[in-house]
């Protein structure tokens, strides 16, 4: 599943499943209900879009879930007659189809980790544009995770660290990699250059590189030795 910043320009318009529905099915759960009536006049404007319920956040959700069959559920972050994460948690296990978006107006790192354990596959920031909102909502529904600009790198350590300390996962399953991602980081840890993976692999001294940085940046480590040691502790873990 791939992973990008929550941006406006990294987002796009990509074309997802929603081009083959006849509208995609939104929940919005909302306790401010001026910005829960904004949010939905908003989404309603949208051709391919349509919320299908928006409450307060203080009735049965799983049961609102079943009910409407959303595609995406908004969830705000802060709900005050519901514990945000446990909502998540139930329905992402529940209900896996569908995709939880959670809206805030500045989450705190642990907020936004926690949410990520639970199950969310995407995140607005409350002060973010129509734009962004809408293409968040289109990128998930496709399969992309959506994560907040400013919170996306300390987000990673966070998740490797939480994954590191419980023992039960490994780094490059806490941060979702490609399969090509994947095999690379195998051949790093059996201490193979390069030009050596690269051969391995058939690919590129340069695309080789490319993969590097990315699974350094998706990892949140500084260098190779520092994969291949994440790598061999992670095997001591399972």
């Given at each position: ?38 949010i939905k006049a908003m ?52 209900l896996p189809q569908v ?14 980790v926690e949410f990520v ?122």
């Amino acid at each position: 599943m791939t992973v990008v910043v929550g941006t406006k320009s990294t987002l796009g318009h990509p074309r997802g499943p929603w081009y083959r529905m006849k509208k995609l099915r939104i929940l919005l759960i909302e306790d401010n209900r001026i910005l829960r009536d904004g949010i939905k006049a908003m989404i309603n404007k949208q051709a391919d879009l349509r919320v299908v319920a928006a409450s307060g956040g203080n009735h049965d959700t799983l049961l609102q879930v079943r009910t409407t069959k959303p595609h995406v559920v908004l969830i705000d972050l802060g709900l005050r007659n519901e514990n945000g994460v446990q909502v998540v948690t139930v329905l992402t296990k529940e209900l896996p189809q569908v995709k939880v978006i959670g809206m805030g107006l500045i989450p705190s790192q642990q907020d936004i980790v926690e949410f990520v354990e639970a199950g969310a596959a995407g995140f607005i920031l409350k002060d973010a544009t129509v734009a962004d909102v809408l293409a968040t909502i289109r990128a998930v529904a496709h399969g992309t995770k959506i994560l907040p600009p400013l919170l996306t790198g300390s987000l990673f350590s966070h998740v490797v660290n939480h994954a590191l300390a419980k023992g039960k996962r490994a780094v490059a399953s806490a941060v979702r990699m490609t399969k090509r991602e994947r095999e690379v980081i195998v051949l790093i840890a059996e201490g193979l250059s390069n030009k050596e993976i690269a051969s391995r692999l058939n690919l590129s001294t340069y695309t080789v590189k490319s993969h590097i940085h990315n699974i350094l940046e998706k990892m949140a480590l500084h260098s190779r030795l520092e994969i291949a040691a994440h790598t061999y502790e992670n095997k001591d873990h399972s």
